[in-house]
């Protein structure tokens, strides 16, 4: 086996490539970027290297450099996780050049499945089942209208380099067919520097199926089963799980053969993905190749006991296979959800900061090994960040992937359901709550499969923002008062003095205040200020809100964690405190409670203007204002662009631009004011 191996990426596939050399006494080389010298997947290895700045192009991206750095420090090959250099056939030829094995697929291979259009030429010869479509070279648009026109409306347009979900269009009807393909071939030069598209049926209610291949270089290959992808946003994957739910065992041995086949085709040698798009019938085609280590790959491990990593590693050794197909076994169900710093109510916007607070449901990473009776552990948890760590503008967004398995479908699902009520994040948006909605969701929960399943399900999964409930402040109001009392205690921790005690003991009578929350602002929800009567006596206090009144005691706290009772009902939160914010975690949900402290902000103007700040760093891309000028409420700005999404500063209000603080072209903070605004 090799003695050290470079790891040419970052966040949670590097450290959990990392796992698994650690495990067999492999060492480890890191590389990563300036913006990157804190990061956990640096410090998990055993050796890091610096490798240049934060632009991905100018560090992970850098296949020299990475080569570079692998014979300096005597690495024997290199992992190149997934994304960044993980497809690229030049860097795997460039390894081999200077000697290093590359932990992937012939270079070869790579070139036949990177073209998507190539791919299905070699795929139609060895008899996989294609989309009815046209992938072949000739791009003249009266022609591939006329292709369009001969497959059928609605018909897919795809960048035949693409990737990610990106350069695709869906076209109606005959007459947008010139208009979309302009569009696409815009994207596809722009994004992926070639603008030959495919053009194929699109599919209504499809499902994504993949397969899980592994070959040997001594010529065997096998198939881990599949993976259902099917919940995707934007034509991203949002959940996965393994095995796919009512898949017949002879369909996933015809999709599990086609796979293998299409991975001989291409003399394919360690872990690959053959994704497939199926219909509700279960007639199914081969979309894709992906000739690496999938992000979902773990649903695969939970369920047939393996370590994707270890094989391989084994592989690329030159070791066969350490399982032939018929020892294949499929053990239990699993499921993967993605989460991400993003704000699923602004339009999965990317959110950019530091995790100030990350509790994470009991799991075990990757290394720690499996669970009970030899069953997989019911939680797992794959991350590359750690509480305090940032969630920076230059790489994907993702926190971690919580994994869970069950014996199971219905009880991996239950697993699911309370780890994400146990994953509690503050210093950023998340979309824990939105997945905690998909997963509980009827059409999830029923197996209603089909990659339309989240704007279908746009109701429940985005339900209008309604007021935070009285239990919500009531841990929000005990949080406050016992940090009242903490901090009177420590006042007068030397002194025998009444007045530090903040209980609200009032010799005449029961006191009462007032507490004054606020939801926190997030785009598109109303603001809502509550008015918190809270009524001190022995033993509790009484509360009211908005006419609704109840009894509360306070039954145990520990650190954040907070056990009360409020009315008849005993509940249990935690609170976790971020300046004035009161973070709110119970029963599943999220609320953060903005304190209106009266003594901090007295005689202090509140500004009436809104937040025309960046939302994140980026990039100004439009400025649609001008100075002096009157807009009315929710007129667009200045527009922004941070993780190659736009982002749209509206007014708040009616109101005069008094200032614009950005040209076009600017680079701004997060945070930053973008206009001083006066309303009207
Ligand atoms: P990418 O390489 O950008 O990920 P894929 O070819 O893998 O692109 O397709 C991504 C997603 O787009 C699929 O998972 C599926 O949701 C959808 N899709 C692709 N082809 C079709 C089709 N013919 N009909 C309907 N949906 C499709």
Redesign the pocket.
């Known amino acids: 086996m090799f003695n050290k191996i470079l790891i040419a990426n970052r966040g949670e596939i590097a450290c959990r490539v990392a796992a698994t050399a650690r495990r067999l006494g492999i060492k480890t080389v890191a590389v990563y970027s300036e913006a990157d010298a804190g990061a956990k997947h640096v410090a998990v290895c055993d050796e890091a290297v610096l490798i240049g700045p934060a632009a991905a192009k100018e560090s992970y991206l850098c296949g020299d450099k990475i080569i570079a750095v692998a014979l300096a420090t005597g690495a024997e090959a290199i992992h190149p996780g997934y994304g960044f250099l993980s497809e690229n056939a030049d860097f795997a030829d460039a390894c081999k050049a200077a000697g290093l094995v590359f932990i992937g697929p012939p270079a070869s291979s790579m070139r036949a499945m990177g073209s998507?259009s190539a791919a299905k030429s070699l795929m139609e010869h060895a008899d996989v089942p294609l989309?009815p479509g046209y992938h072949g070279d000739e791009q003249d648009p009266e022609f591939l209208q006329a292709q369009g026109d001969r497959i059928g409306y609605p018909v897919?347009l795809?960048a035949s380099a693409?990737?990610?979900?990106?350069g695709?269009r869906v076209i109606e009807k005959s007459e947008d067919f010139k208009a979309a393909l302009a569009s696409c071939k815009r994207e596809a030069i722009s994004s992926f520097g070639d603008d030959k598209v495919l053009a194929?049926?699109?599919?209504t209610r499809?499902r994504?199926i993949e397969i899980q291949v592994f070959a040997d270089s001594q010529g065997n290959c096998v198939y881990l089963h599949e993976r259902d992808?099917s919940v995707?946003r934007r034509?991203q994957k949002v959940l996965e799980e393994a095995p796919a739910p009512n898949m017949p065992p002879e369909r996933r041995a015809a999709m599990g053969q086609a796979a293998v086949a299409a991975a001989k085709a291409v003399g394919y040698v360690g872990a690959g993905t053959v994704?497939f798009?199926a219909n509700q019938d279960g007639s199914f085609y081969f979309?894709?190749m992906n000739t690496r280590l999938q992000v979902e790959h773990p649903v695969t491990e939970m369920i047939t006991g393996t370590d994707l990593v270890e094989w391989q590693l084994r592989v690329a050794f030159g070791e066969p296979l350490p399982m032939a197909q018929h020892d294949m076994a499929i053990h239990g169900h699993s499921i993967e959800a993605r989460i991400y710093a993003e704000n699923p109510e602004k339009g999965f916007l990317p959110s950019i900061g530091t995790l100030r607070h990350m509790d994470t449901p009991d799991a075990v990473s990757f290394e720690l090994g499996a669970g009970a009776n030899g069953d997989p552990a019911p939680v797992r948890i794959d991350s590359g960040v750690r509480e305090g760590d940032a969630i920076s503008p230059f790489y994907d967004p993702m926190i971690a992937k919580l994994i869970v398995w069950g014996a199971d479908r219905t009880q991996a699902l239950a697993r699911m359901s309370t780890a994400l009520a146990e994953f509690r994040i503050v210093g950023l948006a998340t979309n824990i709550a939105f997945l905690k909605r998909l997963v509980e969701g009827s059409a999830f929960a029923q197996a209603d499969l089909d990659?339309g399943l989240i704007e279908r399900n746009g109701d429940t999964l985005f339900p209008a923002p309604a007021a935070a409930p009285l239990g919500a402040l009531a841990f929000g109001a005990v949080a406050l008062i016992a940090a009242e009392k903490q901090a009177a205690v420590a006042v007068s921790a030397n002194r025998d003095d009444p007045f530090g005690n903040a209980l609200g003991w009032r010799l005449n009578g029961n006191y009462r205040r007032q507490l004054s929350f606020a939801d926190d602002y997030t785009a598109g929800t109303e603001q809502k200020d509550y008015k918190l009567g809270v009524t001190y006596h022995t033993g509790g206090w009484h509360l009211d809100l908005d006419g609704v009144e109840a009894d509360m005691e306070l039954l145990a706290r520990d650190g954040a964690e907070l056990s009360i009772k409020l009315g008849a009902a005993s509940m249990h939160g935690a609170v976790r405190r971020d300046g004035e914010n009161f973070h709110v975690f119970t029963g599943g949900r999220h609320f953060v409670l903005a304190y209106n402290d009266p003594m901090a902000h007295a005689g202090e103007l509140e500004t009436a203007g809104g937040r025309l700040t960046a939302p994140m760093p980026g990039k100004v891309v439009a400025v649609l204002a001008s100075k002096g000028q009157q807009v009315k409420k929710g007129d667009p700005l200045v527009i922004m662009e941070a993780m190659k999404m736009e982002h749209t500063i509206a007014a708040p209000a009616d109101g005069l631009v008094e200032e614009i603080l950005y040209q076009v072209g600017d680079q701004v903070a997060d945070g930053a004011p973008l206009l001083a605004f006066a309303v009207e």
């Open positions: 998507k989309v897919l795809k693409g990737g990610g979900g990106k695709m194929e049926k699109y599919l499809p994504h992808c995707q034509h994704e798009i979309m894709e990659t």
